[in-house]
Structures are given as structure tokens and as C-alpha cells.
DNA sequence: TTCAGCAGGATTTTT
DNA sequence: TCCTGCTGAA
């Protein structure tokens, strides 16, 4: 038997040991399912499949990173050549090699949430669209058309929604605007080389010979141009994918849930394998967790299967108010640390919304105790990095307007928004860039403008920027000298109030800097535009500071995907945050309704990371914006049969416990039948507390 | 052009 | 309650 095959369970061996042809393994939350995705590129490499024959597709770098750690310990330096990639740094890879092949210039500005908004901002400024749209809403609904790949001037809904109406005015002219710009969006990366295999035998022959294995990562969350793109790569219907579909929750990003569970449809005659075996869970908590998945209808029914014999606890803590949820969370976290019950780094704090843990963190810090928070704003999202990488940007592309407008006052040198507006005028009347509009700014603005001295100086810093930055050498350290002249550091060190948020801006500044001179020192070609791409593809701040140190992590229920902690405590368990309002009561504008089940998810995937003990809180009453409210029970809470779960409600009525010693008290002093209030009342008071939660 | 003050809106966020 | 984006005065 191979030696992949040997520690495997039954199932894991029957999903590593099938080669060819389309399988879908179902691998339930804690079934080992990274093991088996290792274990079978192993194998197949064994088999006689050469490394750089395969391809293992996930979503996050992160995870891309963390399998091939696993496989180089597995099988060494062959780990190397396998391909091991985002969908969208694979669309990257992709684009530029054919680019290459057919001698094209490869050079263009990756378009993050953030600049498609500006985009969009600038373009609705210039048809006079209502200002009063909710952009957000509009994008979404222009990425829903991108990925299910209607052209842009093909897109005419009947709808009378108003949004779909202004998706439908604006999508043409968004694509126009990012062609102009020599920019791609996160869209783009995946249905640019779909299309391009899809137009051509060739291109599509070269890849699929390329990739003759493919494996794909948390399937549940691909979305329809995803599911093109695979199918373009693999004609040969070598494709491996392995995901969870009670563990979706992306699906208001565009995630499609049938993709997994209509698998067979796209691939015909394929194999399914179901990995249930949990080694995660103790068996109380698995019973909770497939309780609660059971209630949603649309999925492949099955129920995770405890390895695990031994015990722990779920229960469920119901507090008067919100305040007093978090000061007794935090006091219990102290005391479990301080008992070294649990080790900080082995316990979780999970929610369903970011507005919860701004109102844990004063408490955690009053008793002391160090956290994570997970998730959170990436450096590469934050306003002063995002000025640098315009910046940056700039040198390596000049057409990339958004970039250009991001930074053309930024510090301000007395070029408003007038005379953009006149530039960009000019520019369209004469087909030019912005960039090159400024070139001839005082053809554009007459020769007497005083914007003409500031210009001249912008386009001046610019120049030399590029020339030195494409001298070669050493890119790292000439983009810091570039970034100290264009004055940034000086502007924020005048802008910014407090010294110590002085710091942390020029410090986040230096860390992009940072990570440039080390990619340099790393990279076989360096160059600028290369980093740039890979920033934009990156993953929100891993652990920056590395070391792997005794903190709790705080995270919302998206952000603790794949995670799993001895001790996990769910906390705000009410109808409006989980589910959330959001869902409960749809806005006008929603594009994406997600729906209930997609809420009953998250609370799934947050209870499967707990290994030992499961905590679950909500608060009688909590602030929601600044007003007290009433806050109910969340519903999901009435599929936890009442065996399963201790209940400890500190609201006004005595916990069942208490009313127990209480009664029992009374028996002592008065003899039993007296005092008891008989079985069926004693069930009756319970009914009743739960009613009233 | 710039800056201060106010109105309005406020889930989740792998790339 | 807190943050972002726009309006109006200097």
C-alpha cells in the first residue's frame, strides 16, 4: 500500500486513491480535509503525475501557503513545482503569460473594492446620475453581470428596480474606464482568461496540457465565473474538489452554494466521497451543531460523526444587557486564564458583527488580557498605504486614472478639483489620458493658469520617479527616497492630530516599504508592477509581528473559517445579529438576498470550531446605534433541544439551577411533598423562561 | 482652495 | 454612538 494511503481513514483513502475523473469530496467541518487535499497531490505524484502537472486552487494566499508548507514537509522540494494558487493570482499568472506569448506589454493597475468605487464615483459625476446612490449596491450588481459574463453592451433588464437600471447605464462606461486605465478588477482576473481559453483552441489546449490535475479548495465558495474557468481549464475533467456546502457563507459576495451541489451537472459522472469522521469535536458540541444545520433544506443531508468519546460542555448564558455580557466575559476570561484552565491562545470570541468586539475591547483591556482581532482593515486598504501605492502605481502606470486623481492633491498643491475637472474636460474632447492632459495642461488651462506651476512640478516628481524606479537596481529603496519627496510623510505628520496615530500611519507606510525591499531581495526579476500586482491579490494583515504569542483571538463568524480553538464562546445570540437584521429585513437596494439559512450557517461554522467547550451569550436588551432595544433570542437558538445545553439566564427570573437548590432548600427544612412544585410545573417554568427569551 | 462643522448612515469582506 | 462625506464660509 502507497504510505499516503496509510494513516488515512476508509473514506479519506477512497477520496486520495481516485485519479481520474471528476470527484467531489464532502468534507464536513474538522473531517481532516486539508490532510486529504495534501495527501492526494502526494499520491498522485507517486503515481508517476509530474509535479508541475498539478494545480491546487484555494482562496486565500493563506491557505495556498499553509498546504504547501504541509506538502514540502510531506514530499520535499516537489512540492515546489506544483502549482499552488489563488483563482485570482492563477487569472494573473495566466493573463501575463499570454500576454508574453503574444509580445504584449503586461503592464496594468489591479483594481481593489476601494478604486472600482472611485471609478464608479467619477463616472456617475460625469453622466449626473442621483447622487444618492449607494454605490456599493450598483458595483455589486455590475460584478454579478461581469461573472456571469454579460457583455457590457449587451445588458438590457426589463427590471424597474432603480438600481438595476443604473447598473445597466453604468456598467458599459465602467468597462470602458478600466480599459482606458490599463486596469483589471478582482472580476477581470478570472473571466479574461476564461474567455480567453474559451475563444481559443490553442490557448485552451496549452493549459489544460499544462494542468492536468486540478484540486480545488472550498469549493462551496466559488461563483459561477469560477466554475467557467475550471471548466475551461480541465477537459479533461480531471478535477478534484473538495468543500462543505453547510459551511457556505459568501453567498452575498456571489458565492453559489449549487455549484457544490450540482456538482454532477458540471461534471457528469462524477464520484462523490462524504468525509463525516469529525476529530474535532467533543460529542455534545457536534449534536448542537448538526441539530442546528438540520433545519436548512437546500443541502447534501448528512451529520458529522464524533470521533471523539469524551465530554464537554455547551451552554448558553443570557444576560440582562449587553454591558453586562461583556464585563462577565471578561472577568471569565481572566479567571480561566489565570486557572490555566485554558491557555489565551487556545480561546476564541466570535460574532456575527464587527460593532460587537468595539464593545468587548474595553473590557479586555480592563482586566488585562492581550487579544487578536481577526479580519479588520488591511494595511493595503488603509488610506495613507492606498496614497503610496497611487503613488507608486503612477510611476509603473500613468494611465491609471484613479490612482492619478487619488494623489494629484494629495498633499495639497493647489490643483482643486476645478481644474481636474477642466483637464479631464480637455482630455476627452482630445482622446487623451488625463496624464497625457496634463502634459498640455497649458494648452488645456491657457498659458496664464496658475495651476501650471503646481502641475509642472507634479508631473516633474512623477517623471523622475519613474526614471529612477526603472533604472533598476535597487527598487526598494528608491521607491522610499520617491515616496519621502512627494511630501506624504509631511503631510500627514501636519494632518493627523495625535502623535500616536502620527506613528502608526507612518508606520503602516513603512511597512509597505518594507515588504517592497524584501520582495526585491527574494524575486529572481524584481520589478515595481510586479509588487504591486502581488499587494493587491495579498490577504489581509497576517500576524505582522509573526511570532505565535499567547493572545485570545477575537473574530467575526466569517473570519474564523478554518480555525478551531479548545474553548470557543458565540456571543450576541439574538435576532438582529445573528441572523442579522440585514437578512431578517432585506434594504431596498440589497442585490444579494442571502437569506436565513446563510445566517443558520455561520452559527454552524462557529460552533464547529470548538473542541472542547462551547459558550453561547446574548443580552435581554443591547444598544443598537446609540438606542437601548429589546433583543429576543435568536431564533437558531430553538433547534438546541434542551438536554443538550445547560441555560444560565441572570435576567430577572432565578435560573433553573437556583429554583432546583432553592426548592430543594425548602424540601430539607419542610419535607418533600410540600414544598415541590411536581415535574410537570417545574417542565412548565422552563417553557416559560424559554417564551420569554 | 481649504478647512471646519454638520447631516446621514451604519453586515459580513477570502481577492 | 461614531465615522464618513458634503456644504459653506474664509
Keep these: 500500500m502507497s504510505r499516503w494511503l496509510r494513516k488515512l481513514n476508509a473514506e479519506q483513502k477512497r477520496a486520495v486513491r481516485h485519479v481520474n475523473g471528476p470527484l467531489l469530496v464532502l468534507a464536513g467541518a474538522g473531517s481532516g480535509k486539508t490532510r486529504v487535499i495534501t495527501h492526494r497531490v502526494a499520491y498522485l505524484i507517486e503515481q508517476g503525475v509530474a509535479p508541475d502537472n498539478i494545480l491546487a486552487v484555494t482562496f486565500t494566499n493563506k491557505a495556498a501557503g499553509e498546504m504547501r508548507e504541509r506538502l514540502r514537509q510531506m514530499i520535499g522540494e516537489h512540492a515546489d513545482n506544483v502549482t499552488m494558487s489563488t483563482f485570482h493570482a492563477l487569472g494573473l499568472m495566466m493573463l501575463k503569460t499570454e500576454a508574453a506569448q503574444k509580445k504584449r506589454r503586461s503592464r496594468f493597475s489591479i483594481f481593489d473594492t476601494g478604486d472600482q468605487l472611485a471609478c464608479l464615483r467619477e463616472i456617475t459625476g460625469r453622466v449626473h446620475l442621483d447622487r444618492s446612490f449607494d454605490l456599493g449596491s450598483v458595483l455589486a450588481r455590475i460584478s454579478a453581470m461581469k461573472t456571469s459574463f454579460v457583455p457590457p453592451d449587451a445588458c438590457d433588464t426589463d427590471s424597474a428596480d432603480p438600481y438595476d437600471q443604473a447598473a445597466e447605464l453604468l456598467y458599459p462606461l465602467y468597462a470602458e474606464a478600466l480599459e482606458a486605465f490599463a486596469a483589471v478588477d478582482f472580476d477581470d482576473l478570472v473571466c479574461k482568461p476564461t474567455l480567453m481559453m474559451e475563444h481559443s483552441a490553442d490557448c485552451r ?121 461583556a464585563s462577565w466575559l471578561g472577568k471569565f476570561l481572566f479567571e480561566t486564564i489565570k486557572s490555566e484552565r485554558y491557555q489565551a491562545d487556545q480561546i476564541a470570541v466570535l460574532y456575527r458583527s464587527n460593532t460587537v468586539h468595539k464593545a468587548l475591547e474595553p473590557v479586555l483591556r480592563e482586566h488585562g488580557i492581550d487579544y487578536r482581532v481577526l479580519g479588520g482593515t488591511a494595511l493595503f486598504e488603509r488610506k495613507e498605504v492606498k496614497d503610496v501605492i497611487a503613488y507608486l502605481r503612477l510611476t509603473s502606470n500613468p494611465a491609471d486614472e484613479i490612482s492619478l486623481r487619488r494623489v494629484i492633491n494629495v498633499p495639497a498643491r493647489g490643483i482643486g478639483p476645478k481644474t481636474v475637472s477642466r483637464l479631464a474636460d480637455y482630455a476627452e474632447q482630445h482622446g487623451l489620458s488625463l496624464y497625457k492632459a496634463l502634459k498640455q495642461a497649458a494648452i488645456a488651462l491657457g498659458a496664464s493658469d496658475r495651476a501650471l506651476g503646481p502641475i509642472g512640478d507634479f508631473l516633474t516628481l512623477l517623471d523622475d ?106 456571543v450576541g445570540l439574538e435576532d438582529g445579529l445573528l441572523p442579522h437584521d440585514r437578512t431578517l429585513n432585506p434594504q431596498a437596494n440589497d442585490h444579494m438576498t442571502t437569506g436565513i439559512d446563510e445566517e443558520r450557517r455561520l452559527f454552524y461554522v462557529g460552533i464547529t470550531r470548538a473542541m472542547d467547550e462551547l459558550i453561547i451569550t446574548r443580552a435581554a436588551t443591547r444598544a443598537v446605534r446609540g438606542r437601548v432595544q429589546e433583543r429576543p433570542a435568536s431564533r437558531f437558538l430553538c433547534s438546541i433541544p434542551e438536554e443538550l445545553i445547560t441555560v444560565d439566564d441572570l435576567t430577572a427570573a432565578p435560573s433553573m439551577d437556583q429554583v432546583r437548590s432553592m426548592l430543594s432548600s425548602l424540601r430539607d427544612q419542610w419535607g418533600a411533598e410540600g414544598a415541590s412544585l411536581g415535574p410537570d410545573k417545574e417542565r412548565q417554568a422552563e417553557g416559560d423562561r424559554r417564551q420569554q427569551a
Aim: charged share 30%; glycine share 8%.
Design 205 to 325: 489546449a496549452r493549459w489544460a496540457d499544462r494542468f492536468r490535475y486540478l484540486l480545488v479548495d472550498e469549493y462551496q465558495d466559488t461563483n459561477t465565473a469560477q466554475l467557467r474557468m475550471l471548466k475551461a481549464l480541465c477537459p479533461h475533467q480531471n478535477i478534484c474538489v473538495v468543500g462543505d456546502d453547510d459551511q457556505s457563507i459568501y453567498g452575498w459576495r456571489g458565492a453559489e452554494v449549487r455549484n457544490i451541489l450540482e456538482f454532477d451537472k458540471h461534471f457528469p459522472g462524477a464520484k462523490t466521497v462524504f468525509l463525516l469522521n469529525n476529530y474535532r469535536s467533543t460529542q455534545p458540541i457536534l449534536r448542537v451543531a448538526n441539530m442546528v444545520i438540520a433545519e436548512n433544506k437546500d443541502r447534501h443531508e448528512k451529520a458529522l460523526q464524533p470521533v471523539r468519546n469524551d465530554d464537554g460542555r455547551v451552554s448558553l448564558r443570557v444576560f440582562p444587557d449587553a454591558d453586562s455580557e
Design 465 to 570: 520617479g519613474r526614471r529612477q524606479l526603472r533604472a533598476g537596481g535597487q527598487v526598494g529603496h528608491q521607491a522610499q527616497a520617491f515616496i519621502e519627496k512627494t511630501g506624504l510623510r509631511a503631510e500627514i505628520e501636519r494632518t493627523t492630530p495625535s502623535a500616536k496615530i502620527v506613528e502608526r500611519r507612518l508606520g503602516n507606510i513603512g511597512a509597505l516599504l518594507r515588504g517592497l525591499v524584501s520582495y526585491a531581495d527574494r524575486a529572481s526579476k524584481p520589478s515595481l508592477g510586479e509588487y504591486l500586482n502581488l499587494i493587491s491579490l495579498a490577504t489581509a494583515d497576517e500576524d505582522a509581528d509573526g511570532a505565535k504569542d499567547k493572545r485570545i483571538t477575537l473574530s467575526t463568524l466569517h473570519g474564523c473559517k478554518g480555525l478551531e480553538f479548545p474553548l470557543v464562546v458565540i
